[in-house]
């Protein structure tokens, strides 16, 4: 079973870094796509980051461009979400997952295989 298991969240001030990891027990990973998601509450689950296969394309919500950086280690089967400049509208729980293709999409239903989520809170 493909297992996807998130690590790293937790509370920052405004302004602060955080870093999330990912690791994803999958034997394909590096022929797979993956992405970040994020869901606060009371709202729909967006995108918010995703990496191609071979991390040669990297694709970032408006929100996040220019403050999230996504990276990963296809030798260590990670993933990676360096989170700077946050904010409190960033608070929600982040989710990582496995594309079911090998470029990146923003469309939840492109990904099949989810963690947990862990919890980022910003506070002001």
């Known amino acids: 079973q493909v297992r996807v298991v998130e690590s790293g969240g937790g509370l920052v001030q405004a302004g602060g870094s955080l870093r999330l990891s990912c690791a994803c027990s999958e034997r394909t990973f590096s022929t797979d796509a993956m992405g970040w998601f994020r869901q606060a509450p009371g709202k729909e689950r967006e995108f918010v980051a995703g990496?191609?296969?071979?991390?040669?394309?990297?694709d970032y919500a408006d929100s996040v461009k220019g403050r999230f950086t996504i990276s990963r280690d296809n030798d260590k089967n990670t993933v990676n979400l360096q989170m700077n400049s946050l904010k409190p509208e960033d608070t929600a729980v982040y989710y990582c997952?496995?594309?079911?293709?090998?470029?990146?999409?923003?469309?939840?239903?492109?990904?099949?295989?989810w963690g947990q989520g862990t919890q980022v809170t910003v506070s002001s």
């Open positions: 997952a496995r594309s079911r293709f090998s470029l990146v999409r923003r469309t939840t239903t492109d990904y099949d295989t």
């Open positions: 990496i191609n296969w071979n991390a040669r394309s990297t």
